[in-house]
């Protein structure tokens, strides 16, 4: 008898975990709240995970994959939930990666994002907003928040540039056009090279990978329109530098200046367990880019960053231990997560301490 992948889709959503892993040698798994739980004793064999994972395949996908050997996508069940999938190969057999994304689109409260900050940011005609964090820290629900609130409040046009397309969002106030790297357009870079042409005012590029793709930001955010993108850095000190670091080193000081200019604030994102109870809540480090900020991008200050954010919360800054110190005060997550999840231990405990 063959395994119910649709069951198992569904069980996801009922038991609020975020991924799924199909391996062989091992029962499937379920992530929830960052741990991961077997479904059953049972380990599958080689083809009982191949035939898992081929039943969520077209004919042409399982082309695409014995070709390729790695293969991305989305897809959606009705009245369930959309998924995005990985499929590789591992020790010679198929294994499965899938994340639930849930249809509803969080609200910038329901997300934990700092509101006040976020709906600025959202309202700003142009410039750069890097979410940033690693993978499973909830970056795609911001984005997805951020545009759906210009979505509900503009009338614009946004293009989105992902892989796969993850949450899907109707035309509301805003005409929104959703591409999918390989189904849509070959690559980031080739979709931003044609973006402008395509009168959009709001641009969500779902990761900036390469040099490429992250000067194609920076050109098209100087040329006056509002770009959201990611990173897979863990603050903003770390982003900044990514950005420019990626760049021959001939070329650094003028990305240091386009960037001072066009960077309008990073969010750096955490997920943690919650104390006490299930569920995860957010934690964030934001960086605004006020002239004192600038200034350090382009005088090759990037280290003296984190100063300013520490002793600039009037500005809706605030580093990620001030973040963490504040969801342990609320009594939100316990002191030994909080720890954990710091960059600077010692930093936070002194912050807990006297907040406290």
């Known amino acids: 008898m063959g395994i119910d992948i649709k069951g198992l889709l569904k069980m996801m959503l009922e038991k609020n975990a975020s991924d799924m892993h199909i391996t062989t040698n091992s029962p499937i798994h379920l992530r929830i709240d ?6 059953g004793k049972s380990p599958l064999n080689a083809e009982e995970t191949k035939q898992a994972s081929y039943a969520l395949l077209s004919p042409e996908q399982i082309k695409q994959f014995e ?3 790695e293969l991305d996508f989305s897809f959606e069940v009705k009245n369930v939930a959309r998924f995005r999938v990985n499929i590789f190969y591992q020790r010679g057999s198929v294994g499965c990666a899938i994340r639930l994304i849930p249809f509803d689109i969080l609200n910038f409260e329901q997300c934990g994002l700092p509101v006040d900050i976020v709906t600025e ?3 700003k005609p142009k410039g750069l907003v890097l979410v940033t964090g690693a993978t499973g820290s909830g970056k795609s629900t911001t984005l997805a928040s951020m545009v759906d609130y210009i979505n509900d409040h503009s009338q614009c046009h946004i293009v989105t540039i992902e892989d796969p397309i993850e949450f899907v969002h109707k035309n509301k106030k805003a005409l929104v056009e959703q591409r999918e790297v390989y189904t849509d357009t070959h690559s980031f870079g080739d979709s931003l090279k044609h973006v402008l042409r395509q ?4 641009i969500l590029i779902g990761e900036m990978r390469d040099l490429e793709t992250i000067e194609s930001a920076l050109i098209i955010a100087e040329t006056g329109h509002l770009v959201f993108a990611t990173l897979h850095t863990s603050d903003a000190v770390q982003t900044v530098n990514r950005v420019i670091d990626v760049f021959p080193a ?5 990305i240091k200046t386009q960037l001072s200019f066009v960077l309008l604030a990073i969010v750096s994102q955490q997920l943690l367990p919650k104390a006490g109870e299930s569920g995860r809540v957010l934690a964030t480090e934001v960086l605004v880019a006020t002239p004192a900020v600038r200034s350090l991008i382009r005088e090759s200050k990037v280290h ?11 500005d809706g800054m605030k580093t ?9 005060n609320k009594g939100a997550v316990t002191p030994e997560v909080c720890l954990q999840k710091s960059t ?12 406290g």
């Open 67 to 69: 070709k390729d050997w």
């Open 199 to 202: 009168d959009p005012d709001v």
């Open 34 to 39: 960052e741990k991961l739980y077997p479904i």
């Open 320 to 328: 990620m231990n001030q973040s963490l110190a504040d969801l342990y």
């Open 250 to 254: 001939h070329q650094q000081q003028q």
């Open 344 to 355: 600077n231990p010692d930093e936070l405990r002194k912050l807990i301490r006297r907040e």
């Open 121 to 123: 940011l959202c309202n």
């Open 304 to 314: 003296q960053i984190y100063s300013v954010i520490q002793t600039s919360q009037k």
